[in-house]
């Protein structure tokens, strides 16, 4: 019986520790975002010799349920929720923007303002810089 005990106490560990470890790892992951660091605020107009962003994304409501941006064929730049006010913005040549609630989010393509979606509605489109 003593052998038994001894297995299942083992099996116990082994499991605390895997599941310590996929934990961390997820908390890691979640939290590996720069723009998570401190978001930047929407700012007036841009002025004369500023770089134009090719894409800005700011939540306009309580939560913006998964906004993802991400180079074509390429590296994931955004893939979580906003929080109302949170601005982000991208200066890459072109980029793939998806939006779970397109009605959320506030869109600037190139300093210019796109249409807003309808609540509840995923959109996604690509963007270019000029």
């Known amino acids: 019986m003593g052998l038994a005990r001894l297995a299942v106490a083992v099996l116990a560990v082994a499991g605390v520790a ?3 470890v996929i934990g961390g790892r997820a908390l890691f992951l979640s939290l590996d975002t720069p723009e998570r660091a401190e978001p930047q605020r929407a700012t007036a107009e ?3 010799g500023a ?7 700011e939540c306009v409501a309580d939560t ?7 180079v074509p064929g390429g590296d ?3 893939y979580r929720d906003m929080t109302r006010g ?8 072109e980029l793939d923007v998806v939006l779970t609630d397109a009605a959320t989010v506030r869109v600037t393509e ?4 796109r249409a807003q979606g309808k609540a ?4 996604a489109f690509t963007v270019e810089a000029p």
């Open 64 to 70: 913006c349920p998964l906004v993802t941006v991400r």
């Open 110 to 113: 190139n300093g210019r303002p």
């Open 46 to 48: 841009p002025t004369a």
């Open 86 to 93: 949170e601005e982000v913005r991208y200066f890459q040549p």
């Open 18 to 20: 895997t599941l310590l």
């Open 120 to 123: 509840g509605e995923r959109e």
């Open 76 to 78: 994931v730049l955004q």
């Open 51 to 57: 770089q134009v962003p090719t894409v800005r994304l």
